[in-house]
Every structure is written in structure tokens, then in C-alpha cells.
């Protein structure tokens, strides 16, 4: 039985990975702080309700 660490990412979760490492230090606390979080998913949720979500292409390799 594989537990939660041995899974293969979502490709929501690909995607947020993608995002966060894409962005600069200075966005990413950007978007912690937007979240009231240190967390990362957190920021990507946030980021995800957002405006600029919407204008993004929805494009994960």
C-alpha cells in the first residue's frame, strides 16, 4: 500500500509546483502574505481565486 508521499501529484498539485517555483522570492511572499499562510498550497489556492488565475493559459508538461 503506498501512503501519501510515495503518490504521484494531482495535476492541480503539478501545476501549483509549477507556479511557486516559477515565481520570484519577492511573489512568493507576496502570496504567502495574500494567504495569511507559510504555506505554499496555501499561496496556490489564494492564487488560484484570484483575478490573475483566470488570465493565465491552464498549460502543465
Do not use: C
Amino acid at each position: 500500500m503506498k501512503n501519501e508521499h510515495d503518490r504521484e501529484p494531482s495535476p492541480d498539485e503539478t501545476a501549483g509546483m509549477v507556479w511557486w517555483n516559477s515565481l520570484t522570492e519577492a511573489d512568493r511572499a507576496d502570496w504567502l502574505a495574500r494567504a495569511g499562510s507559510a504555506v505554499p498550497a496555501d499561496a496556490w489556492a489564494t492564487y488560484k481565486r484570484s483575478s490573475d488565475f483566470d488570465r493565465q493559459p491552464r498549460i502543465v508538461n
